[in-house]
């Protein structure tokens, strides 16, 4: 079993930045994909940047140049730094960690992020 917090929501204005923390209840990222998803009221999850082991990491369209998924091994966390925040950036973002060598998935509680003036 693997937990996963997620931290570092919250509200903030237009064209302002976050960052958001995903801590692992324990070392996983040699195992598994780390991803961060986000989800509006009355549509899909959707993939927003992703991080496997020894890759590239990879981001939706909609926030290319503007979110970093990166990790710090030695503390088990995933971070997303958002800048140039937009209120369609308005969502619950939540943490996957998905291994399809083991067959697993799991997925943090999320943290409400809302951007508005």
């Known amino acids: 079993q693997v937990q996963l917090v997620e931290s570092g929501g919250g509200l903030v204005q237009p064209g302002g930045s ?13 195992l598994y994909a780390m991803g961060w998803y986000r ?30 998924i990166s990790r710090d091994n030695a503390k088990n966390t995933v971070y997303l730094q958002m800048h140039s925040l937009k209120p369609e950036d308005t969502a619950v973002y939540y943490c ?18 809302t951007v508005s003036s």
């Open 18 to 30: 976050l960052t958001l923390s995903c801590a692992a209840s324990r070392s996983i990222f040699s």
């Open 39 to 68: 989800q509006v009221p009355g549509r899909q999850r959707e993939l927003v940047a992703r991080l496997v082991s020894g890759g590239s990491p990879n981001y939706a369209d909609s926030v290319k140049g503007r979110f970093t």
């Open 96 to 113: 996957e960690a998905q291994s399809s060598f083991l067959g697993e998935n799991y997925w943090g509680q999320g943290t409400q992020v």
